[in-house]
Antibody, heavy 124, light 110 residues
Framework: QVQLVESGGGVVQPGRSLRLSCAAS????????MHWVRQAPGKGLEWVAV????????FYTDSVKGRFTISRDNSKNTLYLQMNSLRAEDTAVYYC?????????????????WGQGTLVTVSS | QSALTQPASVSGSPGQSITISCTGT?????????VSWYQQHPGKAPKLMIY???DRPSGVSDRFSGSKSGNTASLTISGLQAEDEADYYC??????????FGGGTKLTVL
């Protein structure tokens, strides 16, 4: 069965960096695009970034452009999110999620399976 | 990248039907048939309930259905049950190749 396990969260000071990881299993990781989605405490879901199956195409929400970098290692079945210049407003549970395929295509789709999330708290 | 617009809350009694709307623009919902709905119980990860506007993943009850008209997508839950009480989020692909979520709707089963 599909499993996504995030790690790397914790408490970090404003302006510092953190790298999140997401270990995938139960499916052929290298053939799926992957997403990061976050949820601030008591708030709604916010899409953060997506990376194509090859890693060649990456897109970000405006608020993290230039600060966050999504990447993947298909040999290790692992997705990453490098977060630099962290701000208090980046405090959230960060979820990794797989993008589904339908009608023979895997592009332009949305997340289907989600991990349980890892909490990032940015505070001095 | 403005969030999609959902009502903050809806409610219904067991056995009734409710509909949650999700309004976007021609650059997201109105331009593509890539709209999904997610159910999230407190402290849990979101669960995909509807994809590609109206398709249900295997294992999701047929009490859940989705539709779209213009820039607005809708999720309908029929035969409301206590376990349906949760937060519901819509999401869409956008013309910028990004994705966008709605603000979420809290469903209360009376």
């Amino acid at each position: 069965q599909v499993q996504l396990v995030e790690s790397g969260g914790g408490v970090v000071q404003p302006g510092r960096s953190l790298r999140l990881s997401c270990a995938a299993s139960g499916f052929t990781f290298s053939t799926y695009s992957m997403h990061w989605v976050r949820q601030a405490p008591g708030k709604g879901l916010e899409w953060v970034a997506v990376i194509s199956s090859s890693g060649n195409d990456k897109f970000y929400t405006d608020s993290v452009k230039g600060r966050f970098t999504i990447s993947r290692d298909n040999s290790k079945n692992t997705l990453y999110l490098q977060m630099n210049s962290l701000r208090a407003e980046d405090t959230a549970v960060y979820y990794c999620a797989r993008q589904y395929c339908s009608d023979g295509s895997c592009i332009q789709r949305l997340p289907d399976y989600w991990g349980q999330g890892t909490l990032v708290t940015v505070s001095s | 990248q403005s969030a999609l617009t959902q009502p903050a809350s809806v409610s219904g009694s067991p056995g009734q039907s409710i509909t949650i709307s999700c309004t976007g623009t021609s650059s997201d919902i109105g331009g593509y048939n890539f709209v999904s709905w997610y159910q999230q119980h407190p402290g849990k990860a979101p669960k995909l309930m509807i994809y590609d506007v109206s398709d249900r993943p295997s294992g999701v009850s047929d009490r859940f259905s989705g539709s779209k008209s213009g820039n607005t997508a809708s999720l309908t839950i029929s035969g409301l049950q206590a376990e349906d009480e949760a937060d519901y989020y819509c999401s869409s692909y956008t013309s910028s190749s990004t994705r966008v979520f709605g603000g979420g709707t809290k469903l209360t089963v009376l």
